[in-house]
């Protein structure tokens, strides 16, 4: 993409797909026991029943805060949303425009390197399988983007008073559409306040964060005080044995790899199920399996594995050469530092930091109910950080960088159109985690 008005036809390109990907076929959606009992709940919620403050029980054994259901809701009732394809549309919508925040905060506040990865993280979130896929659920996770971006704006801006004010905010919200988001807020908090904590207007912050977290208060009393129906706080603790270690290292390689494989959109196991090999023949072309599936997944693993490895090797030749050549007192200028690119200033505070924190929940879940497994879509509150992160990784290849970048995108398109056309001629995937899709259904 040699000049502007290439990158201006291509995000054109990249918004429309995205747009029409999210939006096609919309009584081909997901819709299971979860999504039955959102969609209920948005319809009576200050109608027939009154407003809660706890949500959906979550994979911790606690109910969620109630402003999962709040927003719900608010989208259903606020613009007469009656049918559960409607209701859809509107998240798919709200997914739509926090890609269109994100090429326009590349274009108008970022320059050179920076604008470039965000232009082409932009550009692969738009077609990617997994985030098309889980915008077209009816859930309120995929709420997240349109925060989650703000919420990164906000914290680039925090050199000036409203800028943290309003990244304390978000990051108070976040967590309270789903807790995963109180898990990102904190790693963003810790890694800006270990290693760039000059540059932050604290008391807007603290402010932001207080104002933010006022809705909480009733929620973090029901989480003191326990539920005899639920998992409160308790247990003795103890001194983990030499096999359980061994158990967290995994829990945290598991994140790093669901980090790649959801910037990827590789992972479509759990949606298809045993259907798997009949998935990746498709397309079929006049009867003929073209397996295009097959041959895109097989580019954009070899893809990241050329980068990825590519990275191992410069970052093994630097560090042999920083030991021969550098005195060892010198070993924190590797640590992030307000020197740092901002764009870089974030990876490791979302594939590291945000890792961590998860896995120490998972440490802590005999005791609190804070605990949990990682699941793949808790990593929709970190948009849009893999998929810059994943053009980061492929363009510091100067050369083949954006050539590479360019045909996993196309491959992105190849399985994500696959997949949603799959979906339709086959009213879903029956017998997998996706199901029967909703206009399959009786009575829908």
Not at 81 to 104: C, E, G, K, Y
Not at 203 to 229: C, E, K, R
Not at 332 to 342: D, E, F, I, K, W
Request: with cysteine.
């Amino acid at each position: 993409m040699k000049t502007s008005r290439n990158w201006r036809l291509f995000i054109l390109l990249c918004l429309i797909l995205g747009s029409v990907f999210r939006l096609i076929w919309v009584q081909d959606m997901e819709y299971k026991g979860d999504e039955a009992w959102w969609y209920s709940k948005s319809q009576a919620i200050g109608r027939t029943e009154p407003i809660p403050i706890r949500g959906l029980i979550s994979a911790s054994g606690v109910d969620n805060p109630g402003m999962s259901l709040w927003l719900v809701a608010a989208l259903a009732q606020g613009f007469g949303l009656d049918t559960p394809t409607s209701l859809v549309r509107s998240i798919q919508v709200l997914a739509i425009l926090a890609l269109v925040v994100m090429f326009l905060f590349a274009r108008y506040r970022l320059a050179d390197a920076d604008q470039l990865q965000w232009y082409w993280g932009g550009a692969l979130a738009s077609v990617n399988f997994t985030a098309v896929l889980f915008s077209r659920k009816l859930w309120p996770v995929e709420l997240l983007p349109i925060f989650s971006i703000f919420f990164l704006i906000a914290w680039w801006q925090r050199r000036n008073s409203w800028g943290s004010f309003f990244w304390g905010l978000l990051g108070a919200l976040l967590g309270q559409i789903q807790m995963s988001g109180f898990f990102y807020a904190a790693a963003l908090f810790l890694w800006s306040a270990l290693f760039n904590r000059k540059t932050v207007r604290w008391l807007m912050w603290v402010f932001g964060s207080a104002l933010g977290a006022l809705p909480l208060i009733p929620w973090l009393a029901y989480l003191v005080q326990g539920d005899p129906n639920q998992r409160g706080i308790g247990g003795k603790f103890h001194a983990p044995g030499i096999g359980e270690y061994f158990g967290y290292v995994w829990h945290f390689a598991r994140y790093v790899r669901d980090w790649f494989e959801y910037a990827l959109g590789t992972s479509w196991v759990s949606s298809i199920g045993l259907h798997q090999a009949e998935f990746a023949a498709y397309p079929i072309i006049g009867g003929f399996a073209t397996y295009l599936v097959f041959a895109a997944k097989t580019l954009l693993l070899a893809a990241l594995a050329y980068s990825g490895g590519r990275l191992l090797y410069t970052s093994w030749l630097n560090i042999y050469r920083s030991y021969k050549h550098t005195a060892l007192s010198n070993w924190q200028s590797v640590l992030p530092s307000a020197q740092t690119p901002q764009t870089i200033f974030l990876f490791p505070s979302g594939l590291i930091g945000l890792g961590l924190l998860f896995t120490l929940g998972h440490i802590l879940s005999p005791y609190f109910p804070a605990g949990f497994w990682v699941h793949r879509h808790y990593l929709i509150v970190a948009f849009p950080l893999p998929y810059v992160c994943l053009a980061n990784l492929a363009l510091r290849d100067t050369r083949y960088g954006e050539k590479l970048l360019l045909a996993m995108w196309c491959a992105q398109v190849v399985v994500t159109a696959a997949f949603l056309y799959y979906i339709h001629v086959n009213c879903g995937a029956p017998g997998a985690d996706y199901g029967v899709a909703f206009g399959c259904q009786l009575g829908a």
